[in-house]
């Protein structure tokens, strides 16, 4: 059906993707959205990963896969080779957290032709580097941020702390930042993971069992366990232990590059890269968690997938090419997608 009034056009797509023609009145800047209701997604019941064989020291993934023994079931988190998930221990390095270098936050930006009274701190303000990726707080109301090229900065109000690889980062290019129940800042890097308590700094590798080197996002669940996209894939580490389970969401691609994960108010992590949506239902306890893991399969070339933050009405918006995606749940496991472009 094509709905057409002054100045926008609506077409309404199936999921077979049959297009109507129409004839356009006018053109402007501005297009409505195409609505595209989506079937029910695939739906994968997924045990947790079995932890029948916990080594006593890191292991390389092939020793620790060959004695592990693996539960009698079937799961989509799986590897290539359609295997279980490994799990192991990361090896780490742990040293000394130097101070930080102290700059102090000189007068912002004067607020002339700044209606909005925007403060505005920059080179001049205390901060090293103008490149910003992201930004968390903590409990005490500092403001963590994460930079490309410059490191960690932390923000007081007073003045900027700078953690870069003189105090022992393993890069300054930062690309996530995470603060976890316990006040440790995790920061993922352009090269490796890095655990900030205040008083040292752990370092992880792929050689000590990351899925890759370059680690994007990083979000806590329910249960505290910590979940890392990489380019390499997802992996789910406990804070406590230090033990990870490497998950491939697309174990058909040659690749598994996942960009973005969030964490939902339903505790659903959503999961974007350049392969299809995916996200996983967390249930169960954190001794025994259990997960669904759910493919969106949509109606139109997969682009890859930015920023996704979620509204009051439990919407998802996505940034998705040149695209903007408004994903709404139905009822059951219906979702509908306004597609602006």
């Not at 005490?140 to 003189?166: I, P």
């Not at 040659?254 to 974007?272: A, E, K, N, Q």
């Amino acid at each position: 059906m094509t709905i057409c009034g002054k100045g926008w056009l609506l077409v309404l797509v199936s999921i077979t993707l049959t297009i109507f023609p129409v004839q356009a009145q006018k053109k402007t800047s501005f297009q409505p959205p195409e609505y595209l209701p989506l079937p029910v997604p695939e739906k994968v019941m997924v045990p947790s990963p079995a932890k029948n064989y916990v080594p006593s020291s890191f292991e390389s993934i092939e020793a620790l896969a060959s004695q592990k023994v693996v539960a009698n079931h079937i799961t989509t988190f799986c590897n290539r080779e359609g295997t279980m998930p490994e799990s192991c221990l990361l090896s780490y390095v742990i040293q000394e957290l130097d101070l930080p270098t102290i700059k102090e936050a000189h007068e912002p930006v004067g607020k002339q032709n700044n209606p909005l009274n925007f403060s505005t701190y920059g080179l001049g303000q205390g901060l090293s580097s103008l490149n910003i990726h992201n930004g968390v707080s903590d409990r005490h109301g500092n403001l963590w941020l994460s930079t490309g090229f410059g490191g960690v900065f932390r923000f007081d109000g007073q003045s900027f702390a700078n953690y870069s690889e003189q105090q022992g980062l393993s890069n300054n290019l930062v690309l996530g930042l995470l603060i976890d129940h316990q006040e440790r800042i995790w920061c993922g890097t352009l090269n490796g993971l890095n655990v900030l308590d205040g008083k040292q700094i752990i370092t992880f590798f792929a050689k000590d069992g990351l899925p890759g080197n370059t680690i994007f996002e990083m979000v806590e669940d329910p249960h505290g366990y910590i979940w890392v996209s990489s380019y390499e894939g997802l992996a789910r580490i406990d804070p406590n232990t230090f033990e990870i389970t490497k998950f491939n969401i697309h174990p058909e691609a040659d690749y598994d590059h996942i960009f973005r994960i969030d964490l939902l108010p339903d505790s659903t992590i959503w999961i974007g890269g350049v392969q299809t949506p995916a996200f996983i239902k967390i249930s169960g306890t954190r001794e025994q968690p259990q997960y669904e893991l759910y493919h969106l399969q949509l109606p139109f070339k997969v682009e890859t997938q930015g920023d996704l933050v979620f509204d009051s009405a439990g919407r998802i918006w996505m940034a998705h090419g040149n695209d903007l995606l408004q994903i709404g749940k139905e009822a059951g496991l219906h979702f509908e997608i306004n597609r602006y472009t």
